[in-house]
C-alpha cells in the first residue's frame, strides 16, 4: 500500500471547506489509488465546528482517508505538507478599504508561508483559495524563500470552468468538445476570459461563435461577475463549485493535462506575455509529472490585449500596496 499524503486545508469549518474535504478524501484530488491524511487548520473559535466536519469524515468510512489532525496552530497544520490548500482568508467586510483588506490577510498569509517554508515537504504544491486570491499567494511565497517560487499558485480554474460553461451553452456543446480555454491575470472582476484561442470540435471558438456582441457584453461580464450573480441569488457566495475547481486545480497539476489542451491557473511569471516577472498571475498552462508550464507563442490582439494589461495593471497595483505595508 502507498503512504499517504499529507494535505492541510485552511478555512476547514468553512463554507468551501465543507464541501471539499469530502472530495478529497473519496479520492477525488489526487486519485483513486492514493490514501490521504488530513490536517485542518481553522481559528481558535472554530475548531470546534471543524471537530464537527471530521466526525461527518469518519462517519463516511472513506477507505483512502488514513487520518485526520485538527489544529490552530500554522506551525503544526503545514508540517510535513505535500499539498496545502489556502482557503481561509478574511473577508472584505462593508466599509472595508483595500489597504485593510491586504494588511488583514498579510496577517494570516505571512505566517502560513513561514510556516509552509519551515516544515512542509520537499514537494509541496500550494494552491491558494482564499481571496484576494493572487496577492495571498504573493505574500505566502514571499514568505517561504525555500520553497521553489513556482509551487506557490492560486485559483482561476473555477473562472475557466465558468468561461466552459458559457460557451458550451452559447454554441449548444458539451464542455469536453471545447480545449484551450483561457483566463489571464487576476482573479477578479478585471479578469479576461479568451475565447480567441480556444477551440470547439478543433475548430476556432471565437470564429465558430461568431458574434463580438456576445463576446464583449455577455461572455466576460458573465464570467467576470459570476460570484456576485451566485451571491445574488443563492444568498451566499460560491463554495461548491470553487470546492470543485479547487479539486480540478490539483488534480490537473499532479496528473497532467491531456494532450492538445491546457488549463488556466495563476503561476508565478517569468515575464511571458509582458506580465511582469513575479507576479502571480493567470495564464494558460500545461502540467505534466507534477509541473506547469507557461503555454508560449500565442498570438495577443489588440482586444486581448488591452484586456490583459488591465487586469495584469491592477495586479502590479496590489503587489506594490502590500509591499508598502511590508507585507513582501
Ligand atoms: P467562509 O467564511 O465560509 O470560511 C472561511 C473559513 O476560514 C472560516 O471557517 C474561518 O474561521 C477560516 N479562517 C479565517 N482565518 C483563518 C486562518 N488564519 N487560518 C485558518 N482558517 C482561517 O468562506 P468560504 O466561502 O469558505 O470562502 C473562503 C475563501 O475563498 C474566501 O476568501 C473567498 O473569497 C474565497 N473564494 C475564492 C474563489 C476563487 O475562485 N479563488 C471562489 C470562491 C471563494
Same mark, same amino acid.
Given at each position: 500500500t502507498r503512504t499517504p499524503v499529507n494535505v492541510t486545508v485552511t478555512g476547514a469549518a468553512g463554507q468551501i471547506g465543507y464541501a471539499l474535504l469530502f472530495r478529497i478524501a473519496s479520492g477525488h484530488?489526487?486519485?483513486?489509488?492514493?490514501?490521504?491524511?488530513l490536517r485542518l487548520l481553522e481559528i481558535p473559535q472554530a475548531v470546534k465546528a471543524a471537530e464537527g466536519t471530521a466526525m461527518e469524515l469518519d462517519d463516511c468510512a472513506f477507505p483512502l482517508l488514513s487520518g485526520i489532525d485538527i489544529f490552530d496552530d500554522a506551525a503544526k497544520a503545514f508540517e510535513g505538507t505535500n499539498v496545502a490548500l489556502l482557503v481561509g482568508a478574511r473577508p472584505r467586510t462593508k466599509g472595508?478599504?483595500?489597504?485593510?483588506?491586504?494588511?488583514?490577510?498579510?496577517?494570516?498569509?505571512?505566517?502560513?508561508?513561514?510556516?509552509i517554508n519551515a516544515g512542509a515537504a520537499d514537494d509541496v504544491k500550494v494552491l491558494v483559495v482564499g481571496n484576494p486570491a493572487n496577492t495571498n499567494a504573493l505574500i505566502a511565497q514571499s514568505h517561504a524563500p525555500d520553497v521553489p517560487a513556482?509551487?506557490?499558485? %492560486?485559483? =482561476?480554474?473555477? /473562472?475557466? &470552468?465558468?468561461a466552459l460553461a458559457q460557451l458550451s451553452k452559447k454554441a449548444g456543446v458539451s464542455v469536453s468538445d471545447i480545449k484551450k480555454?483561457?483566463?489571464?491575470?487576476?482573479?477578479?472582476a478585471t479578469q479576461y476570459p479568451d475565447i480567441f484561442h480556444a477551440e470547439i470540435n478543433?475548430?476556432?471558438? %471565437?470564429? =465558430?461563435?461568431? /458574434?463580438? &456582441?456576445?463576446?464583449?457584453?455577455?461572455?466576460i461580464p458573465t464570467v467576470a461577475k459570476r460570484g456576485a450573480a451566485i451571491i445574488e441569488a443563492r444568498g451566499a457566495s460560491s463554495a461548491a463549485s470553487a470546492a470543485s475547481?479547487?479539486?480540478?486545480?490539483?488534480?490537473?497539476w499532479v496528473n497532467g493535462t491531456a494532450e492538445g489542451t491546457w488549463t488556466s491557473m495563476a503561476v508565478v511569471s517569468d515575464g511571458s506575455y509582458g506580465v511582469?516577472?513575479?507576479?502571480?498571475?493567470?495564464?494558460?498552462?500545461?502540467?505534466k509529472d507534477g509541473k506547469w508550464e507557461i503555454v508560449q507563442g500565442l498570438e495577443i490582439d489588440d482586444f486581448s490585449r488591452a484586456r490583459i494589461d488591465a487586469s495584469v495593471n491592477e495586479l502590479a497595483e496590489e503587489r506594490d500596496a502590500v509591499r508598502k505595508l511590508g507585507l513582501i
Open positions: 484530488l489526487l486519485g483513486a489509488d492514493v490514501p490521504v491524511r472595508m478599504e483595500r489597504g485593510d483588506l491586504l494588511e488583514a490577510n498579510g496577517g494570516i498569509f505571512k505566517p502560513q508561508g513561514e510556516a513556482e509551487r506557490f499558485t %492560486a485559483m =482561476t480554474r473555477l /473562472d475557466h &470552468n465558468r480555454m483561457t483566463i489571464w491575470g487576476n482573479h477578479s478543433g475548430k476556432n471558438a %471565437a470564429e =465558430t461563435v461568431n /458574434d463580438q &456582441n456576445w463576446l464583449e457584453n455577455d461572455f475547481a479547487a479539486i480540478d486545480h490539483v488534480h490537473t511582469p516577472e513575479g507576479l502571480i498571475s493567470s495564464f494558460p498552462v500545461t502540467t
